[in-house]
């Protein structure tokens, strides 16, 4: 109904919504893993963490301003004593639960639980198609615990979880054999962009994926369509399409503090989920309004939501589509908020780059990293283990009707 | 009831836009919840996890008023759908049907 509309949806998204269309909640930094590209840095428990009952109370307020679901992550979220609790508290209370996990809770039990429960969604995390690649960045042995939750999982019947790929320069080229896996769970592949938040900004020159790279993922990505879902989180590739309807599905917008947020283990409220960062920090969710007050009361989502400037990127033909692309990528990389994002796919940010002095981007606010680091790595990144943190809180959105 | 209840979003098993019956008797899918915006409407199916927009007031409307209505013809014209603009409203319609988010009810 396009003609009824005052503005097009993706501009009535950029002024804010009264509630987050879902929104990513990170239970715990505790995590089995040390994921080297961890976004929120996980590792140990945050004795601060909200309690049972502090989380219960976010969900009455989730579901009062009736937000649809909820992505939690972590950490690795199953370790949490009450995990399970929460999810049926919040499934109960017309939450739905999309949880992204390494895979180490998912038993047969677990999956059978799982498969009966329409109002749950499972992500398990997975950087590599071999155990080679993906173990070099998620630590030894976590190949095969992923791979035996998916059994777990399509054992038990649960049809369509999600198989959640972090794309790096080591797993562009295993595109096909990620989907050759999903397929043989009858799951569905998931692809989401490395960021360089939290440890993922120590590794962010290694891995991220080469400007050829990019244009193969684009590429990829077009061809599959909607068969493949992606968090919404290339659309600073979009500047590759030419227009004609080679385009990537979905809303092509940054979302932070309009349409999604995060919610870090202790409360905090963040513009978005790879934005661990005080300069992103809106509120807690402990202070006297709850997270609906920070939702629609902060000043930094206020900001967030006024018309930004495109700055540089301003007179730039790609600026409609790739909107300047990633805030979280353009801070952590020592980019101005208004230039170009880092991969900008016409290579506008390559002589920003060469400006930002070494040692001089901002580091993520928070370390929850493990103190020891024992994984060897073998592949060229140089720290040791992750969470399932590749969390995009557009994650499996289809704008499809209207 | 035409309603398949999945766990999976299945975008390929969407028919011809104008094989919506407009005539017939439509509600919204039992899993989907609506959230009234300002622009519309917020879409969602618990069961396939798909979102979808209602993109003006006026086929929000439309939508709520399908369980009461004879067919989703009456639950347009109730809504103050003009004639003309009928084709638009059927098409949104069809798309809501092929994503399941509305489906037969029978009456």
Redesign the interface.
Known sequence: ???????P?VE?FQLG???P?CLTWELTYACNLSCVHCLSSSGRRDPRELTTAECKAVIDELERM?V??VNIGGGEPTVRPDFWELVDYATEH?V?V?FSTNGVKITPAVAQRLAAS??V?VQISLDGATAEVNDAVRGTGSYATALLAMQNLADAG???FKISVVMTRQNVAQLDQFKAIADRFDA?LRITRLRPSGRGADVWDELHPTAAQQRELYDWLVAR???VLTGDSFFHLSGFGDGAGDSLPGLNLCGAGRVVCLIDPVGDVYACPFAIHDNFLAGNVRSAGGFTGVWRESDLFADLRRPQTGGACTSCSAFDSCRGGCMAAKFFTGLPLDGPDPECVRGNAESALLQVAAGSAPKPSLDHSHRSRPVALTLTTRRAPVSDCNENPLA??????? | MACA?????S?SSSAPGRSFDLDAAWQLHP?V?V?P????A???H??T????????P??LAVVGSLAEQRSARTACVSAGVAVA?MP??QA?LS??A??A?ICERST
């Open positions: 109904m396009t003609t009824t509309t005052p503005l949806l009535q919504l009264d509630a269309i009736q649809f679901y017309h739905g999309k329409d109002y969604d649960f049809r369509g569905q369509g909607e068969s499996g959105f289809s704008p499809s009707a209207g | 209840v999945s766990t999976e979003a975008p899993q919840s959230r915006e300002r622009f519309g917020l879409l969602y618990f069961g996890r798909r979102l979808s927009f209602l993109k003006s006026q086929l603009e638009a409203y949104a798309t809501l092929e994503s988010m």
